[in-house]
């Protein structure tokens, strides 16, 4: 059957747009194909043929499609239907979900079809490494050795690992089998730096080879090994996927579920189908790709937000080629790479907020779309974590997930113990200096006496949160937004952290012109400042989100901190995940209380997350990790929770606040967030549309209300929340709430108020 019509989607913020399909095309043209598709004056788009048809458009003039994207990825039906459900599960169009899925190279605006031509994709390479052809006897290479013992310590341990992974009778090139020889050089764990160095003094050889498609490196010969109870973990793992597609392992920190990744990984890739592992948005992702790399080589497919576009576009084309056998490994975004044979869909830390998206459609949720991604590839789903979402675990109790459990830390570690610690008390017995309490300063002078490490914990990085003057009670607040700005004390600046407005911090008050300006509350960079005072010997650190705008910064704090160079490090969320050095034997959260009282209904969940993850880092060897919690509640159940290591009674407690107020996991939500300069139109537009969908919602809509910060960039925020039944059709209720919108728009007056509508927000 031939047809004459195709609709196309272009990457605009609308549905698809039909175009005539040219005679040249007719015959080849299939659904999921890209295509060179003209739109406006003289522009290009790719576009993606999402459905053909023969039902003649009502409009007169129709442009045509006379080409093919050459070499432009073909989308699988299951992508298809996957982006059609993130467009009606979450409430934007399908061309927003086409902006988010493809990297900017290959959907681009006026670029032309040549550009997507071969060269976009480099064939892929494997590195192996060699002994130089110089150095062709043992008595060569003992020389060698020799040499750069005396001289360089490092490059003679990067020599010697290298040599004892390859059997004798292959290490000379006299002897060796032609190329491939060696080893490959993601197996070895040796500094590029270092490589290069002994690739230099003729001693190494980095010799590449091209690796045709289809044909794949060999999987891994050796694997970890696994505990008794890591083993039982993947035994019910894999009698959990024969009755249900989504499994929820529960394993506390350090427990190795990493390790059971591995495994379950390897098992799909010998039985030639993909994986999918997501990982969240975490300062550590670089090291934790280098440790799966370093079993699967150059079978993993890395995308990450770091990427540029073109390697972003190079991987995604990998992907796309995949027949199997490899492993797509990426935060959210690494979803929308075309899955290949997928097996199975990993989710580590399941729990963390960054798989939500929430600035820009699609504003999804990968975990929960990676749920339904394998659903729809036939695949099954793993969510891990230490501290599973609400949401996850009460999915798990009802049956709609497996749950398996693992409560050992490997090594016969144990969980470290956790103090609270009064700040209050403290004060009155005059046992506090500064932000710390008498307990904490003892405890830290131990741990720099036995040489051990320790990490401090502190949610706001800058400063101090705000300035205030102590004469006449002003603040430094954010010419743009509603908010405070924050001290950077080192730049003198202060900042907003909404919109990234700065100034320099005036030393005399604009309003009172008194010398009394000083800094209020406390960051990371006070807390530095401050232990630097009280232990002025102590190598000191800091990891925020300013230290992290270098990643060669970055990393340097981190290898510093696994070198033991480093003692103390101070830093915020950041410090949190992946965090797995073996000194640290002590990490203390500084201010408890913020966590607690914050205004939402997850903030008792995330505290628990949060603090539970923090308090993962210490003692991960032989040594009893300590964690200290200075806060005013000492009595707070949830930090009683906290320090029981008592998920279940967080769980029973959060579950027992979230049926009385009528919260997930007992509804769902959608938050309607309206925008606009104008203030007075802001509110008669969000009082029309309140009225309108009150009417239809009753009492499951709360709002108009403005937002703990109600002005950004010049706009004025007002929310509403609409909570719906789970019994109840969540589709009608999208269906309802978004025609309401489009009424708001099309009356005069208020079609430039930005309305946005969060599905699921977090
Ligand atoms: P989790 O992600 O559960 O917090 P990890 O997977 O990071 O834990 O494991 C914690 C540490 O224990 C890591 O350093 C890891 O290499 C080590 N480990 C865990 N299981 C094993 C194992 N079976 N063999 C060797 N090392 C292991
Ligand atoms: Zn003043
Ligand atoms: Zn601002």
């Known amino acids: 059957m031939t047809f004459t019509y195709a609709d196309i989607l272009l990457p605009l913020a609308q549905e698809t747009f039909t175009f005539r399909i040219g005679d040249s095309l007719r015959a080849s043209i299939t659904e999921g194909r890209c295509v060179k598709a003209p739109f406006g004056q003289n522009k290009f788009y790719t576009g993606i043929v999402w459905r053909l048809h023969n039902e003649e458009p009502p409009f007169k003039t129709i442009k045509s499609v006379e080409t093919f994207v050459e070499n432009a990825p073909t989308l699988t039906p299951v992508q298809m239907r996957f982006w059609e459900w993130i467009a009606r599960y979450y409430m934007c169009t399908l061309g927003e979900v086409m902006r988010a899925a493809l990297p900017s190279a290959l959907k681009p605006e006026g670029f032309s079809a040549e550009e997507f031509s071969r060269e976009v994709f480099r064939p892929r390479t494997v590195e192996y490494i060699t002994l130089h052809p110089e150095i062709d006897s043992l008595d060569k290479l003992n020389e060698q050795l020799e040499i750069l013992a005396r001289r360089a310590r490092k490059q003679y341990d990067a020599l010697l690992s290298f040599v004892s992974q390859v059997p004798e009778e292959e290490l000379f090139p006299t002897k060796r089998s032609p190329f491939p020889g ?197 695949a099954k789903a793993l969510l891990g974590s230490a501290t599973p979402s609400i949401e996850s675990y009460v999915n798990a109790q009802e049956g709609k997930y497996g749950l398996t459990t693992l409560n050992e830390r490997y090594g016969g570690a144990t969980l470290p113990q956790i103090i609270l610690s009064d700040t209050l008390r403290a004060v009155q017995r005059g046992e506090r200096t500064i932000h710390f309490n008498k307990i904490l300063i003892e405890k830290l002078t131990d741990v720099l006496a036995a040489g051990e490490q320790a990490i401090l914990f502190q949610n706001r990085r800058g400063f101090s949160p705000y300035v205030e003057c102590s004469h006449c009670g002003w603040t430094a607040s954010c010419p743009h937004c509603n908010v405070t700005l924050t001290l950077h004390k080192a730049i003198h600046q202060l900042r907003c952290h909404y919109c ?136 707070h159940p949830l930090l009683q929770q906290v320090a029981n290591g008592d998920y279940m009674a967080m769980l029973r407690s959060q579950l027992a606040e979230r049926k009385a107020f009528f919260y997930p996991p007992y509804c769902r939500l ?93």
């Not at 550590?284 to 990450?304: C, D, N, P, W």
């Not at 010398?515 to 990371?524: A, D, K, L, M, Y």
């Not at 010997?537 to 981190?558: C, N, W």
């Not at 938050?671 to 919602?697: P, Y």
Request: glycine share 6%; proline share 5%; with cysteine.
């Open 500 to 635: 990234g407005y700065s100034m320099t911090s005036p030393t005399i008050c604009p309003s009172c012109g008194q010398q009394s300006i000083e800094p209020r509350g406390f960051g990371t960079e006070k807390v530095e400042e401050e232990i630097l005072r009280l232990f002025p010997t102590a190598r000191v650190a800091r990891l925020d989100r300013d230290t992290m705008q270098s990643p060669r910064v970055f990393h340097g704090i981190v290898a510093s901190f696994a070198r033991r160079e480093t003692d103390i490090l101070v830093g915020t969320q950041l410090v949190t995940k992946g965090f797995d050095f073996e000194g640290v034997s002590l990490v203390a959260i500084l201010n408890a209380d913020n966590l607690l009282n914050y205004p939402d209904f997850r903030a008792a969940e995330r505290a628990f997350q949060l603090m539970t993850q923090v308090a993962g880092r210490a003692g991960r060897r032989q040594i009893q990790g300590e964690v200290i919690i200075q806060t005013s509640q000492p009595q």
């Open 182 to 378: 060696g080893v490959l050089r993601t197996r070895l764990a040796i500094d590029s730096s270092l490589l290069r160095a002994l690739e230099k003094k003729h001693i190494l050889r980095i010799e590449t080879q091209e690796l045709s498609s289809g044909e794949l490196p060999p999987l891994p010969t050796s694997l970890p090994k696994l505990t008794e109870s890591q083993g039982q973990a993947i035994d019910a793992i894999h009698r959990l996927f024969h009755t249900h597609d989504t499994v929820l392992l529960h394993g506390v920190t350090g427990s190795g579920k990493t390790e059971i990744y591995i495994r379950l990984i390897d098992e799909q890739l010998r039985e030639g189908r993909n994986v999918l592992y997501l990982l969240p948005e975490i300062a550590m992702t670089a090291q934790l790709v280098e440790r799966i790399k370093s079993y699967f080589g150059e079978r993993v497919i890395v995308y990450h937000s770091r990427f540029t576009d073109r390697a972003r576009v190079e991987n995604y084309l990998r992907a796309d080629r995949s027949r199997g056998g490899e492993l797509i490994l990426g935060v959210r975004s690494a979803l929308f790479l075309p899955p290949g044979p997928l097996g199975l869909v990993i989710v580590d830390e399941e729990h963390d907020t960054s798989y939500k998206q929430t600035d820009t459609a699609p504003r999804y949720h990968a975990r929960d779309c990676a749920v339904v991604l394998a659903r729809m590839a036939g």
């Open 670 to 762: 959608i938050s309607i967030l309206l925008r606009h300069k104008d203030k007075a139109l802001l509110w008669r537009a969000a009082n029309r549309l309140g009225d309108d969908l009150h009417t239809i919602f009753g009492q499951r809509l709360l709002g108009p209300q403005p937002p703990p910060v109600d002005r950004i960039r010049e706009e004025y925020l007002l929310t509403f929340l609409l909570k719906v039944e789970r019994n109840r059709s969540f589709i009608q209720a999208k269906k309802l709430l978004a025609e309401t919108i489009a009424k708001l728009h099309a009356t005069a007056g208020f079609s430039s108020v930005t309305v946005v509508c969060n599905v699921d927000p977090q």
